[in-house]
T-cell receptor, first 114, second 112 residues
């Protein structure tokens, strides 16, 4: 079974530039999560999708962050414009639907803002 | 609000047992998880326990849950150098729509 695939693995941009991350979840997983992991910290949820619907985006900074999951499979997370404080690892995870379903994580995109 | 706390570092000798501890605050937690993260990789689910259980054993891993004290531990028997990684405790809290809250992680060093 293929795992959660994210790209790119690394991204270096200058502040105020836009950036986008892509995630392909495990086949059949209806639930998709985007997390941000700052250095030395655990992941913090940005947004959770059930199929195409964003069911929890309360922690997404909506002034500069946006996400979409148009066909209920792949998802993109965008930052525009990026700020220095956005440097972090952005993790995507997916799970089957249901409260007891464990999340499976991709390897993340490490974003560095110059 | 929900909070999960872990000690930051643990160092053990190869072959010894490792015990990583975690405390959480949300008494409505349904599931508690242990994840492992190696450098440059995402989080790998190691094991999880339902809140009505006290213990779960899976090969070298033993999870103990003290729900009264909101304390969770992960014991790794016969620790190997390949176990060196960051271990995250996480709770699936009912508060706020079944959000998973992660601790900051415990970095395990295994000395040969």
């Amino acid at each position: 079974e293929a795992g959660v695939v994210q790209s790119p693995r690394y991204k270096i941009i200058e502040k105020k530039q836009p950036v986008a991350f892509w995630c392909n979840p495990i086949s059949g997983h209806n639930t998709l999560y985007w997390y941000r992991q700052n250095l030395g910290q655990g992941p913090e949820l940005l947004i959770r999708y059930e199929n195409e619907e964003a069911v929890d985006d309360s922690q997404l900074p909506k002034d500069r962050f946006s996400a979409e999951r148009l066909k209920g499979v792949d998802s993109t997370l965008k930052i525009q414009p990026a700020e220095l404080g956005d440097s972090a690892v952005y993790l995507c995870a997916s799970s089957l639907e249901g409260d007891n379903q464990p999340q499976h994580f991709g390897d993340g995109t490490r974003l560095s803002i110059l | 609000g929900e909070d999960v706390e872990q000690s930051l570092f643990l160092s053990v000798r190869e072959g010894d047992s490792s015990v990583i501890n975690c405390t959480y605050t949300d008494s409505s937690s349904t599931y508690l998880y242990w994840y492992k993260q190696e450098p440059g990789a995402g989080l790998q689910l190691l094991t999880y326990i339902f809140s009505n259980m006290d213990m779960k054993q899976d090969q070298r891993l033993t999870v103990l849950l003290n729900k009264k004290d909101k304390h969770l531990s992960l014991r790794i028997a016969d620790t190997q150098t390949g176990d060196s990684a960051i271990y995250f405790c996480a709770e699936r809290a009912n508060t706020g729509g079944f959000k998973t809250i992660f601790g900051a992680g415990t970095r395990l060093f295994v000395k040969a």
